[in-house]
């Protein structure tokens, strides 16, 4: 259970995203909002804040959306990005549309290609985000993928070895662990999150990623039931799982 911290009202709704400050202080006085089923009337009130205020906090009849620190687990689908500023859709745009005026935002964890699917954690903890991606950390990341032409059998050495060097780059890749499914797919393990760096880990040994789609990052997997554009909201000790390796 997170420590609760104390906020004034009319704050956290507007960091929350119902508004300006303006806005709810508005929607208090009107009397839509209540705190274990009484209504509250102080916009300046002080509230403790932690996981469990979508219990007990109601606007308009409805739970108030969960606070942060907030950790949202998601199934990637195929065609939306990671960014908040390239055109096109967004994974920003999968999430309820008041998420976006949160304070603090919510950024994903690392990025996938907008041409990967799979897990993808979002949150608005910067502390966890980079512990997350930290380079010293080597959280783990498991790959699911398709490749254009059949593996050869030397590839799980080469990206075993610790030596393989991509194009442009000056270190050469950690070492990675490659587990053959059948001709054309492969499960790759890396612990480092260079761009591209699956398809261009392919494209070093002279083969092409047809799909990509990863499956687990440290001790979070993606769940068999959880649909593309699908997302679930990670208590904090679930979320600390991604450190268990
Ligand atoms: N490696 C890639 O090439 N793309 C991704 O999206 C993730 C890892």
């Known amino acids: 259970m997170t420590k ?26 009107s009397g839509k909002v209540a705190l274990d089923g009484k209504i509250l009337k102080d916009s300046g009130a002080r509230i403790a804040v932690d996981a469990a205020l979508p219990e007990r906090m109601t606007i308009r009849g409805a739970a108030v959306d969960p606070p942060a620190p907030l950790v949202l687990l998601m199934h ?5 990005t990671c960014s908040h500023k390239e055109d096109g859709e967004k994974i920003y745009d999968l999430l309820p549309r008041r ?38 950390r080597h959280v783990p990341k498991t790959y699911l993928t398709t490749l254009d032409r059949a593996l050869k059998g030397s590839e ?9 060097m991509l194009e442009g780059e000056e270190k050469p890749l950690l070492p990675a662990q490659l587990d053959v499914v059948d001709g054309k797919t492969a499960r790759l393990t890396i ?35 959880l649909e593309p554009g699908r997302y679930r909201i990670l208590p904090a000790n679930e ?5 268990d390796v």
């Open 4 to 29: 609760a911290l104390m906020a004034r009202l009319d704050r956290l709704l507007a960091n929350l995203g119902y508004g300006s400050r303006k806005d709810v202080q508005a929607l208090v006085a």
């Open 76 to 80: 990637k689908p195929l065609g939306v």
């Open 99 to 136: 998420w976006r005026l949160r304070d603090p935002g919510l950024s994903t964890v690392g990025r996938l290609d907008k041409d990967t699917s799979g897990l993808i954690l979002i949150t608005d903890d910067g502390d966890f985000l980079h512990r997350v991606i930290s380079p010293k």
């Open 156 to 164: 799980g050495e080469v990206f075993a070895a610790g030596t393989l």
């Open 191 to 225: 612990t480092e999150g260079r761009y591209h760096q699956v398809r261009r880990m392919f494209a070093a040994v002279g083969n092409h990623v047809v799909t990509l789609h990863r499956e687990r990052i440290g001790g979070l997997t993606l769940p068999a039931d």
């Open 239 to 243: 979320a600390e799982a991604v450190f």
